[in-house]
Structure formats: C-alpha cells, structure tokens
C-alpha cells in the first residue's frame, strides 16, 4: 500500500465532495445541485408537468441531400404560464447551443418564479 503525504484535496464549499484537481472542483461547484447560484424555482413546483416535446431535425443522407425527420424529445411545461422549460441539466451539458432546433420554444427554469406553488401544499390540501 502506497501513503502520500502533503497532497492538496479540494473539497466542494456546497456538497463536501472531494477532488484532486482544482480545475475539476471549480467545474463542479459552478454546476452543483447544492450551489443556491443553480436552485431553480420549478424545482418543486406542481405547475411542472412532464411532456414530450415535438421538434424537426435537418440533417444531410448520406447523398449529400438535405433531410428532414420529425422527433420527440422529453422536455417540461409549465401550466400556470404555459411555457416550455429546460432544466439545469440540459444547461451544464450545453445541449441548448449544440441542439438549437431542439430548444427552440423553450426556456430556462427560472431562478424565482411569482407563481410558485409548492408540492407539498397541494399534499395538504386532502
């Protein structure tokens, strides 16, 4: 067994968790779940309902034709504001610049939302 002593350990000010890289801390703590810079307001809310999402892809066959192929995708609405939304994952993956005709008509999940209703009060209510 190997023992290493005076190696340099980053630890997550958000989550605690551990790395050996500060270049790979600095990553995670800009996209933890546990950072209050990435809490998302419809996170909890029972306005958010699952949907999948309609959206056209162009692409060039192997003929050098360009083509064109309906698809689904699963994505989130909003039913108070009848908005399309992304979440916070999508963001870190940057899927919304690499895939524009996917996230088209959709948004960003707001940091605070003045329609807000929490899940939790809508258990209470029975």
């Known amino acids: 067994m190997k023992v290493k002593d005076n190696v340099t350990v980053f630890q997550c000010e958000h989550c605690n ?24 307001a419809c996170a909890d809310c029972s306005f958010l309902k699952s949907e999948k999402v309609a959206y056209t892809r162009f692409y060039f066959n192997g003929y050098y034709n360009e083509t064109e192929e309906n698809k689904e995708s699963n994505g989130f609405r909003c039913t108070k504001k009848d908005k ?4 916070l994952k999508a963001e870190k993956k940057g899927l919304p610049q690499e895939y524009p005709e996917t996230f088209a008509d959709q948004e960003p999940m707001p940091k605070e939302c003045d329609q807000f209703r929490s899940t939790y009060d809508d258990m209470m209510k029975f």
């Open 17 to 40: 968790k551990k790395l050996f890289r500060k270049h790979a801390m600095e990553n995670h703590e800009k996209w933890c779940f546990h950072n209050p810079d990435n809490k998302k």
């Open 84 to 87: 399309l939304l992304y979440p």
